[in-house]
Nanobody
Framework: QVQLVESGGGLVQPGGSLTLSCTAS????????MGWYREAPGKEREFVAA???????KYADSVKGRFTISRANDDNTCNLQMNNLKPEDTAVYYC?????????WGQGTQVTVSS
């Protein structure tokens, strides 16, 4: 089992930037995918971005060109750099990690984009 802790959320103006971090309680080397999802009020949780152990990345169409996901095996972290934020990016952002037979989730971090 692994504990995932997200950080870096907050209030930012439209057009601003934030970097979210997901820190794992143990090595992330064995996770074949790490990803970020978000859940806005009244909406279902949706996929944002993912990075595989081979370095390949995937993004939701709504964030392509604005968000960048990365993973650092040495630091046991997975980061989400978010640029040009929009009000519709407001949500609780969750990190997850996929390993054989299980998916682990963090507790989430709030991102609010508002002027």
């Amino acid at each position: 089992q692994v504990q995932l802790v997200e950080s870096g959320g907050g209030l930012v103006q439209p057009g601003g930037s934030l970097t979210l971090s997901c820190t794992a309680s143990r090595s992330i080397f064995s996770f074949y995918v790490m990803g970020w999802y978000r859940e806005a009020p009244g909406k279902e949780r949706e996929f944002v971005a993912a990075v595989a152990s081979d370095g390949s990345k995937k993004y939701a169409d709504s964030v392509k060109g604005r968000f960048t996901i990365s993973r650092a095996n040495d630091d046991n972290t997975c980061n989400l750099q978010m640029n040009n934020l929009k009000p519709e990016d407001t949500a609780v952002y969750y990190c997850n990690a996929l390993s054989p037979g299980r998916i682990d989730w963090g507790q989430g971090t709030q991102v609010t984009v508002s002027s």
